[in-house]
């Protein structure tokens, strides 16, 4: 399974981003994905869940401000990042798991200037 995301880039605060993850498998339904992202000297930090099913939870610090979301037909996972804040700069990272598999993808840089 190999996953690609992209769609990072520089954004001032306030202001929106979407970035997206392709994966290889025809079956991506069957995985459920999420979101990490990680800063400089950071650990790496869960974003957002999608189940295979299609549901969602968020980290408390980006609920309501963040959507994740899924495209089957594409195989396609999605981030839409609203009201971006500095402290949102970061790598972000997709991963798919099903049962004890677990995938990641390459980072994206989102970097929010203040």
């Known amino acids: 399974v190999q996953l690609q995301a992209s769609g990072g880039g520089l954004v001032q605060a306030g202001g929106s981003l979407r970035i997206s993850c392709v994966v290889s498998?025809?079956?991506?339904?069957?995985?459920?994905m999420s979101w990490y992202r990680q800063a400089p000297g950071n650990e790496r930090e869960l974003v957002a869940t999608i189940t295979s099913g299609g549901i969602t939870t968020y980290a408390d610090s980006v609920k309501g401000r963040f959507t994740i979301s899924r495209d089957n037909a594409k195989n396609t996972l999605y981030l839409q990042m609203n009201s971006l804040k500095p402290e949102d700069t970061a790598d972000y990272y997709c991963?798919?798991?099903?049962?004890?598999?677990?995938?990641w993808g390459q980072g994206t840089l989102v970097t929010v200037s203040s």
């Open positions: 991963r798919a798991s099903r049962g004890n598999y677990n995938y």
């Open positions: 498998r025809s079956i991506f339904s069957l995985y459920h």
